[in-house]
């Protein structure tokens, strides 16, 4: 194999120990990986992970790796699908990785950990789900960022996220540079995805977190057999390589290498307070700040006016909410959930709460407009005009959950609390908890699959 920038990564994944991450990292991981499992759990009992489920045919004592929030194992493979599902269902998972990295990396590496036949320690499991995260999410900044990969149509989720899925599992099955650099190459066989879903509220968003897990773990799999994956897949000037075919080679290949170890990806993440596109939220907090700030509640308001850019606006403008995918997606309806229900979780979700008649006079009363002045990457502006004609207005840069804003501790443990408990017993809801929080301590995370079914 050349020494190219595929082997490069594969290198850094390999010598990466667990030391090298700070504290910090180690502490904002745990967070991550129980918001994913309390994100997943809910999902358990999604229509799209019962209709997945249905077409498989999972049964009791079908393999060794948990299907979360349901009594019943599957094959490692089968579980990364399923729980990939699960944990994007309500678009409750983490965001800001490849795109969805929580939804990607955990199913996969928790359905590895089934296949385990040896004690795994937390540590070498914060280890795998770290790099899994980084690898997922320099792809994603190597192929041209997120606005510029998902702009030309493919979710990033699908695509970039199979990558993090093969270094998170690579790592736990400890390849060495060859075969994690033919893990990655093989990922990306396994890579798709794209925005079409958005015209008409399909659940088809749902799989790409699932297929994702599915293929990474795949590839590693495949890796550890001896299984060789094309070393060029990184190559940005090779016809078939990821960049070249997949961001029509406009990325920075560098990226996915440059600076390796001095700024972990994770950091970069954002945990979600609301059950919709992450995309909402700077829009969602700007009406809650605007409310608080001039006393004013949702009889007062008149209209609402939204400034967004033409890539949010294809991502999240839409009024046409026919479904739960749908109401995920569109901005219009979190600002009229957010008056009518005073929050945006996942009860304004149902059907009972986007159809009722009331939203329908609220989304008549917001309009969405492109500004062309706007880069694709800015928060929308949000006006409100009250029932006496005031005008105010307001752009949050920095959405409550991302890196800048964080939730606290407390708030996210509560949301995960809130999730896990439609699913488990209150007792399972805590262990679970006290185990992921107390991650590195333990000698065997094998124990944490138990706790998920």
């Known amino acids: 194999m050349s020494d190219n920038l595929t082997r490069l990564l594969a290198g850094h994944v390999c010598s990466t120990s667990f030391n090298a991450f700070p504290r910090e990292t180690i502490h904002k991981a745990k967070l991550h990986i129980l918001d994913t499992l309390g994100a997943a759990i809910a999902g358990s009992a999604s229509r799209e992970t019962r209709t997945v489920l249905e077409v498989l045919g999972i049964q009791a004592g079908m393999g060794r790796s948990s299907i979360w929030g349901r009594p019943i194992s599957a094959d490692a493979r089968t579980a990364a699908l399923v729980n990939g599902v699960s944990a994007h269902a309500y678009e409750l998972d983490d965001s800001g990785g490849c795109d969805h990295s929580g939804a990607v990396v955990l199913p996969a590496a928790l359905a590895a950990l089934g296949d385990c036949d040896r004690p795994f320690s937390g540590r070498e499991l914060l280890r795998s789900v770290l790099l899994g995260y980084e690898v997922g999410r320099r792809v994603l900044e190597a192929v041209g960022g997120y606005e510029e990969h998902n702009g030309l149509g493919w979710h990033s989720t699908g695509t970039c996220g199979a990558f993090g899925a093969a270094a998170a599992v690579g790592t736990m099955l400890d390849l060495d540079a060859d075969a994690m650099t033919s893990a990655l190459g093989t990922a990306c066989s396994f890579v798709g995805g794209t925005w079409a879903f958005i015209h008409n509220g399909s659940s088809t968003k749902k799989l790409h977190a699932g297929r994702a897990a599915e293929g990474g773990l795949m590839a590693a799999y495949l890796a550890k057999r001896d299984f060789e994956g094309p070393d060029s ?90 479904s739960r995918a749908q109401a995920q997606m569109s901005l219009p ?100 908890c006290d185990f992921v929080l107390d991650l590195e301590s333990r000698a065997d995370a094998r124990s944490l699959l138990d706790l998920l079914q």
């Not at 409310?291 to 949702?298: E, I, K, S, T, V």
């Not at 007062?300 to 033409?310: C, H, K, L």
């Not at 800048?404 to 209150?426: C, F, T």
Request: glycine share 8%.
């Open 233 to 322: 897949v990184f190559d940005a000037e090779r016809w078939g390589s990821f960049f070249a075919t997949f961001g029509a080679g406009r990325g920075d290949p560098q990226a996915l290498v440059l600076d390796f170890g001095m700024n972990w990806r994770l950091n970069r993440c954002s945990i979600k307070p609301h059950a919709t596109c992450r995309g909402t939220h700077a829009g969602i907090d700007a009406l809650d700040l605007l409310l608080q700030r001039h006393g004013l509640d949702a009889a007062d308001i008149e209209a609402i006016e939204v400034d967004i850019s033409r890539f949010q606006y294809g991502m999240c403008g839409g009024k046409t909410i026919e």
């Open 333 to 432: 309806y979190a600002l009229a959930a957010r008056l009518r229900y005073g929050k945006v979780f996942l009860a304004e979700l149902e059907e009972a709460a986007w159809s009722a008649a009331a939203i329908g006079s609220l989304m008549d009363r917001i309009t969405v407009r492109i500004d062309p002045a706007m880069r694709d990457e800015d928060e929308p502006a949000i006006t409100i005009v009250t029932d006496n004609r005031e005008r105010h207005r307001l752009i949050v840069e920095f959405p409550l959950g991302g890196p800048q804003n964080p939730l606290s501790d407390e708030r996210l443990i509560g949301k995960y609390a809130e999730l896990a408990s439609m699913v488990l017993p209150s007792h399972r809801v805590n262990a679970l």
